[in-house]
């Protein structure tokens, strides 16, 4: 069991150890990724959850559940978007056992709430899980019609889950700093799948809403097309960042691991404008 006011480190260290307790089971392990555990929101949500008036069990089966729940949703995401009848047998099989896993992680957070009994708690979890799986429809749909809209969903992708926790505890000061700077990291990670791989699902969806006439072949725009899609992620970066670094003046107690690793993921950032600069 987690000691309550334990180092920062030290507890987030105990609680990545018990979710991947839940998580890393045997047989699913054989055929489906591993399952991530974003250690960026488990540090956000146990910061968050540092309040004087909740005891170790209670900040550990919050935060377990929130993780759990994360986590199921991030691995129903994994799931192919191909024809079914078109895959090798191998991979209809690994998509099976991800939807089950997925499933398998619901009904691991389920049964923590259905024990706990905090009602309120599972109707705010609940709208979460409602609104990050309406914006992740809007998004692989590409049901949006500019590149706000596309920006505001992700951001509501990344932060929804938080947000009602932010909202059932009434510390509403950490909302622009939380939304922002998991804004900022998903960002950098689509930009990162799309240097490693040439694709990503925000590039694919910023490609349809930016050049609507271009079909979905791999290679359908040019190096500079790619480019400027890049440029456009990095202005959104850029002026969450001021956000993000506003932010951190008006949030109380935020503690310095928090602060370090927020600081840690703005300084990665390479805009593509300075990369150019730096090649040429």
């Given at each position: 069991m987690?000691?309550?006011r334990v180092d920062?480190r030290?507890k987030l260290?105990?609680?990545?150890?018990?979710?991947?307790?839940?998580?890393?089971?045997?047989y699913l392990l054989?055929f489906?990724?591993?399952?991530?555990i974003?250690?960026d929101?488990?540090?956000?949500?146990?910061?968050?959850?540092?309040?004087?008036e909740?005891?170790c069990s209670?900040?550990?089966?919050?935060?377990?559940?929130?993780?759990l729940i994360?986590?199921?949703?991030d691995?129903?995401e994994n799931v192919?978007?191909a024809?079914?009848f078109?895959?090798?047998?191998?991979s209809q099989t690994?998509?099976q056992l991800t939807v089950l896993?997925g499933d398998?992680?619901?009904g691991?957070?389920?049964?923590?709430?259905?024990?706990?009994?905090?009602i309120?708690m599972?109707?705010a979890?609940?709208?979460?899980?409602k609104?990050?799986?309406e914006?992740?429809?809007?998004v692989?749909?590409?049901?949006?019609d500019?590149?706000?809209?596309?920006?505001?969903?992700?951001?509501?992708i990344?932060s929804?889950?938080?947000?009602?926790?932010?909202?059932?505890?009434?510390v509403?000061?950490?909302?622009e700093?939380?939304?922002?700077i998991?804004?900022?990291n998903r960002l950098l990670?689509?930009?990162?799948?799309?240097?490693?791989?040439?694709?990503s699902?925000l590039i694919d969806?910023l490609?349809y809403?930016?050049?609507?006439?271009?079909d979905?072949?791999?290679?359908?725009?040019?190096?500079e097309?790619?480019s400027y899609?890049?440029i456009v992620c990095?202005?959104?970066?850029?002026y969450?960042?001021?956000?993000?670094?506003?932010s951190l003046?008006m949030v109380?107690h935020?503690?310095d691991?928090?602060k370090e690793?927020i600081l840690?993921?703005?300084?990665s950032?390479q805009?593509?404008?300075?990369?150019?600069?730096?090649?040429?």
């Open positions: 987690i000691k309550l920062i030290q260290s105990e609680m990545k150890e018990l979710v991947e307790r839940r998580v890393f089971h045997p054989k489906i990724q591993t399952p991530y974003d250690e929101k488990l540090l956000i949500l146990l910061s968050i959850l540092d309040l004087p909740l005891s209670q900040i550990q089966n919050y935060a377990l559940t929130a993780m994360q986590i199921a949703l691995t129903h192919s978007n024809p079914f078109e895959e090798k047998k191998e690994t998509r896993a398998y992680y619901s691991l957070y389920y049964m923590l709430l259905a024990e706990s009994a905090d309120p599972i109707k979890l609940a709208n979460g899980i609104e990050v799986n914006h992740k429809i809007s692989f749909q590409k049901e949006f500019s590149i706000e809209n596309l920006m505001t969903s992700i951001k509501m990344e929804s889950l938080l947000k009602k926790i932010l909202d059932y505890f009434q509403s000061a950490w909302d700093l939380i939304t922002n998991l804004f900022v990670k689509e930009k990162a799948e799309f240097a490693r791989s040439g694709r699902m969806a490609k809403v930016t050049f609507p006439k271009c979905d072949r791999e290679n359908d725009l040019s190096n097309q790619y899609l890049l990095d202005r959104y970066i850029e969450s960042k001021k956000l993000i670094e506003n003046k109380p935020v503690n691991f928090l690793r840690s993921i703005l300084n950032h805009p593509i404008v300075n990369t150019f600069v730096e090649e040429g």
